[in-house]
């Protein structure tokens, strides 16, 4: 696959030493990782291993104790989410947060929302400039909904959307940001094979033709071996294992802590 | 009219072909719209000038591929302004375009890709183009696929690719270099040349390549457009297979001869709302559309509140009375019309605005047998739905219903053009300028439909009745008899059984047995629905197939049927005794139908012997394990535990009349 080679391994995202605590509860410890410009991260690990947690404090609703997180160049160790997301980072959630009553075109317009510049008088009453703006918005949406293929639903109400397809329409709203990194809480969770087929292929589509830097908590083994670059295994808030499919495949660490015994 | 250019420029001034319509169209009504796509959620529109530029583009391009006089051009996808424009493209420099449908699996194009020995392929995006490259090994001979939709092409990094976008760029510096060449090659076509070639699904065998020249298809199309005063003014949605007769004259052939303009939806998934938003004056559906949005209507009315269901069932009863004899301009008591002009403010107006329906002047079905019901439905409604019969070797029209001459039970009488016979055996042959040239490198078959003197036989069995009309019971080699000599037409009953909006599909068994049996798959929608306001629980289509209640209703509908069959004289002795209601959809991918939706009958009968000995066996329970295909080519298999129920057949002298 020719796709993250082509710019030299730049790192958009480093974190480093990383330790977030709830009162007693450690949630992460002293985790360090790198993401590449232009490349599919996986998050794995047990569940409670802290993976949520770890993308919670990437987008910055967490913020971590200890440790630092530099995106592009700038480290931070406090930010707000709406910060993170100015900055070009957008995510779904493991449990859909959809408007539910709102249609899929409504939906995935709101993640235009930070890019909209004219103040909100404008907008209220349609004049002029906000009007301009807002044809260029829809254009976008509709690409998006173009490259998800969700046409058919783009006047329906989500709440009425069966589930694979809801998850489509939060992947359209996280895309309609624009963003330069993308976060994605088990894209597949709760889908059959055929829509979690779909899924990968959206996913690698939208890595491979927009440059977008993928970071994904998966708990399908075939579906992270197949799409990502490199993975990071989470145990118990610690970080186990850095590496290619393949290398974490055949940890020791790894095959004992998550996918099972090894055979003899 | 047609003449009035003839001669001016143009060495042949005949406009024979469909690049020379192109031509006159671009030249009379430059900015008027010949096609129209949905894209990123808006209508684009292209003219006939833009149109003739796109296929002068196109044509030069794949000239610059190699592609040559003769030459066979493969197309494949769905309904696509840019892959129209490829067929008349490919017609403009003497190629022959061979449109596949866009929903076979690799296996199924292999045959055709091979057989029809195409150099060059388009194809509409990446699905298409996996197919094809799949079939690389099999077809030697295939040089070049075209592709439209960039979107995930990037991987692939193969010399045997190009882009739609550089072919037309290529054919733009053909075109400055060597301008006189396209015209040239669009003057050298001629009528006699061949203009299409259109696979036949086939219920048997492998799928026949139809050779259609330009005479066959003009010829017809101008016949068919004058039959029923279709204007430029026309509108079309293109939403069925290319690869199908219907669409190429309906949707390509008739917008050229005419000058409409044909609108392609958005995709596959959105053709319902694509049609409202259109509102085509002139649509053809198989009447499982028919059927399917009538269902859509039942089910929504049934949920829909008391008043509303009030006024819909008042006011369709009075549509019933009235409304076919308003259609038809038969006279109509003062007090009915009133009633139904109120019925078409309150009701028709907008159920048919939902519909898509408002603006209809014709609408055709044809392809099975419609529902009586259904049919009514329509007509009642002020929707001028006429049965049409007709194949790909006759390009379509064999019979039409003429407006005033409509029967839900008959297919109408010959179209403009054709003579129509009935041999001896009940087979009906037609001849008219529309007979297909030849089945392509099949001359075995050719000689085995065409006789010398240019008769064809359809291979269906039917009768003309007291008004001339024909009226088509069964595929002629499907009709039976059962042990004792009753007549046995099987896709009679299977018809009959199908009209209710619980069965989907039924096949029946009876040739040289000494009762009828059946295997019958309800309708998911249509149950469903009945399964959710009856507190019916149900995890899977098996488990509602099975429900015993579920049986009870279907039973209901063979009885019914059996009721029906037993006031015809010649047929009350196949009533169906025992049926099956089948765990399994049948389904065009396990190869039990045709792509086309149509039952492969032996195939059936043969996948499903162990079934059939049951329904022959007198047992009362059938285990069973299918092997069946999923929509992305894997295959798993499913065991069921089948219940057979028996029905009692009606006395032959209940109804008699």
């Keep these: 696959m020719a796709g993250p080679e082509t710019s030299p391994a730049e790192a958009i995202l480093e974190v480093e030493n990383v330790s977030l605590r709830f009162g007693g509860v450690q949630a992460l410890s002293e985790v360090s990782f790198d993401v590449q410009s232009g490349e599919v991260r996986a998050i794995i690990g047990p569940n409670g291993a802290g993976k949520s947690s770890m993308l919670n404090v990437i987008n910055g609703f967490y913020h971590p104790q200890e440790g630092s997180i530099t995106f592009k160049g700038v480290t931070r160790r406090r930010m707000r989410t709406h910060e993170a997301a100015a900055q070009g980072i957008a995510r779904t959630f493991q449990n859909i947060a959809l408007f539910r009553g709102m249609t899929t075109l409504d939906n995935i317009m709101t993640g235009r929302n930070l890019k909209m510049k004219r103040n909100f008088l404008l907008q209220a009453l349609y004049l002029g400039p906000a009007r301009r703006e807002e044809m260029e918005h829809r254009e976008f949406a509709e690409r998006v909904i173009d490259f998800l293929e969700i046409q058919a639903i783009r006047k329906t109400p989500v709440s009425r959307l069966p589930y694979g397809l809801q998850k489509r329409v939060e992947l359209g709203r996280a895309l309609a940001a624009e963003p330069d990194m993308l976060l994605l809480d088990e894209p597949m969770a709760g889908m059959n094979t055929e829509e979690k087929e779909d899924m990968c292929r959206f996913i690698l589509d939208v890595n491979g033709e927009f440059g977008t830097t993928v970071v994904l908590i998966e708990h399908d083994m075939g579906v992270v071996m197949d799409i990502s670059d490199r993975v990071v295994v989470l145990d118990y808030g610690r970080l186990l294992a850095d590496g290619t499919p393949d290398e974490v495949r055949r940890n020791p660490l790894v095959i004992d802590a998550y996918l099972g015994t090894v055979r003899d | 009219m047609a003449d009035a250019g003839a001669g001016t420029e143009r060495p042949s001034g005949a406009l024979d072909t469909f690049p020379k319509l192109l031509g006159r169209n671009a030249r009379e009504r430059p900015d008027a719209f010949a096609l129209r796509e949905k894209e990123f959620g808006i209508w684009q529109s292209w003219t006939w000038r833009e149109l003739e530029t796109e296929v002068r583009e196109l044509a030069c391009g794949l000239a610059e591929l190699g592609f040559e006089r003769g030459d066979r051009l493969a197309i494949i996808g769905d309904n696509r302004p840019r892959l129209y424009a490829a067929m008349c493209a490919a017609q403009s420099i003497g190629g022959i375009p061979v449109p596949m449908y866009q929903d076979s699996v690799a296996k199924e194009l292999s045959y055709v890709m091979e057989h029809a020995e195409a150099r060059i392929a388009v194809a509409e995006d990446q699905e298409q183009v996996d197919k094809l490259l799949e079939l690389r090994e099999a077809c030697p001979k295939l040089e070049k696929i075209v592709y439209v939709d960039p979107r995930g092409m990037r991987q692939y990094d193969l010399p045997v690719l190009v882009s739609y976008a550089e072919v037309l760029e290529k054919g733009r510096e053909r075109h400055r270099r060597d301008g006189a060449f396209w015209d040239a090659e669009v003057a050298r076509g001629k009528g006699s040349d061949a203009c299409i070639i259109l696979y036949t699904s086939g219920t048997t065998g492998n799928p026949k390549g139809v050779v259609l020249l330009f005479d066959n298809v003009v010829e017809m199309s101008r016949r068919g457009a004058e039959f029923e005063n279709l204007g430029p003014d026309a509108e079309v949605l293109a939403y069925l297979p290319m690869a199908w007769v219907g669409d190429h004259i309906f949707s390509f052939a008739q917008s050229y001869v005419v000058g409409f303009c044909v609108s392609c939806p958005e995709s596959g998934a959105t053709v319902l709302d694509d049609l409202r938003e259109i509102g085509p004056t002139y649509f053809f559906a198989p009447p499982r559309i028919f059927e399917n949005l009538l269902t859509t209507v039942t089910i929504r009315m049934e949920d829909a509140s008391r008043l509303k269901r009030g006024m819909f069932r008042y006011f369709m009863e009075v549509a019933r009375r009235a409304g076919i004899p308003i259609l038809e301009g038969k006279p109509v008591p003062l007090r009915e019309r009133i009633l139904y002009s109120l019925g078409a403010l309150l009701v028709y107006g907008p159920l048919k605005n939902t519909l898509g329906f408002s603006r209809i002047r014709v609408a055709y079905t044809a392809g099975e047998a419609i529902g009586p019901d259904i049919?009514?439905?329509?007509?009642?409604?002020?929707?001028?739905?006429?049965?049409?019969?007709?194949?790909?070797?006759?390009?379509?029209?064999?019979?039409?219903?003429?407006?005033?001459?409509?029967?839900?039970?008959?297919?109408?009488?010959?179209?403009?053009?054709?003579?129509?016979?009935?041999?001896?055996?009940?087979?009906?042959?037609?001849?008219?300028?529309?007979?297909?040239?030849?089945?392509?490198?099949?001359?075995?078959?050719?000689?085995?439909?065409?006789?010398?003197?240019?008769?064809?036989?359809?291979?269906?069995?039917?009768?003309?009745?007291?008004?001339?009309?024909?009226?088509?019971?069964?595929?002629?080699?499907?009709?039976?008899?059962?042990?004792?000599?009753?007549?046995?037409?099987?896709?009679?009953?299977?018809?009959?059984?199908?009209?209710?909006?619980?069965?989907?599909?039924?096949?029946?068994?009876?040739?040289?047995?000494?009762?009828?049996?059946?295997?019958?798959?309800?309708?998911?929608?249509?149950?469903?629905?009945?399964?959710?306001?009856?507190?019916?629980?149900?995890?899977?289509?098996?488990?509602?197939?099975?429900?015993?209640?579920?049986?009870?209703?279907?039973?209901?509908?063979?009885?019914?049927?059996?009721?029906?069959?037993?006031?015809?004289?010649?047929?009350?002795?196949?009533?169906?005794?025992?049926?099956?209601?089948?765990?399994?959809?049948?389904?065009?991918?396990?190869?039990?139908?045709?792509?086309?939706?149509?039952?492969?009958?032996?195939?059936?009968?043969?996948?499903?012997?162990?079934?059939?000995?049951?329904?022959?066996?007198?047992?009362?329970?059938?285990?069973?394990?299918?092997?069946?295909?999923?929509?992305?080519?894997?295959?798993?298999?499913?065991?069921?535990?089948?219940?057979?129920?028996?029905?009692?057949?009606?006395?032959?002298?209940?109804?008699?009349?």
């Design chain 2, 375 to 657: 049919f009514d439905f329509y007509r009642a409604l002020g929707v001028n739905v006429k049965q049409l019969y007709g194949q790909t070797e006759s390009t379509v029209y064999v019979t039409m219903q003429p407006d005033g001459q409509i029967k839900s039970d008959t297919v109408g009488t010959p179209a403009p053009g054709v003579e129509l016979k009935i041999n001896d055996d009940g087979e009906v042959l037609y001849r008219s300028p529309g007979v297909f040239h030849e089945y392509y490198r099949n001359p075995e078959a050719t000689a085995q439909t065409k006789t010398p003197d240019g008769w064809v036989h359809t291979g269906d069995a039917g009768f003309i009745d007291d008004d001339g009309h024909l009226k088509i019971i069964d595929r002629a080699r499907d009709v039976g008899r059962l042990a004792d000599g009753t007549l046995f037409a099987p896709k009679y009953i299977e018809n009959k059984l199908k009209f209710f909006p619980q069965i989907k599909e039924a096949v029946a068994f009876g040739d040289g047995r000494d009762h009828v049996a059946a295997l019958v798959n309800i309708d998911l929608g249509a149950v469903g629905s009945w399964a959710e306001r009856n507190n019916v629980a149900y995890a899977s289509y098996q488990e509602l197939a099975a429900h015993p209640k579920v049986l009870d209703i279907v039973q209901e509908c063979v009885s019914r049927v059996n009721a029906d069959l037993a006031s015809d004289a010649q047929l009350a002795g196949s009533q169906v005794t025992r049926f099956i209601s089948l765990h399994k959809e049948l389904d065009a991918d396990d190869g039990e139908l045709t792509r086309t939706r149509k039952i492969r009958r032996r195939f059936v009968a043969d996948r499903y012997s162990e079934l059939v000995d049951a329904l022959y066996g007198g047992q009362s329970t059938c285990r069973t394990q299918t092997e069946v295909t999923f929509e992305d080519g894997r295959t798993g298999t499913i065991e069921a535990e089948l219940r057979i129920r028996e029905v009692a057949p009606v006395p032959a002298l209940a109804r008699a009349s």
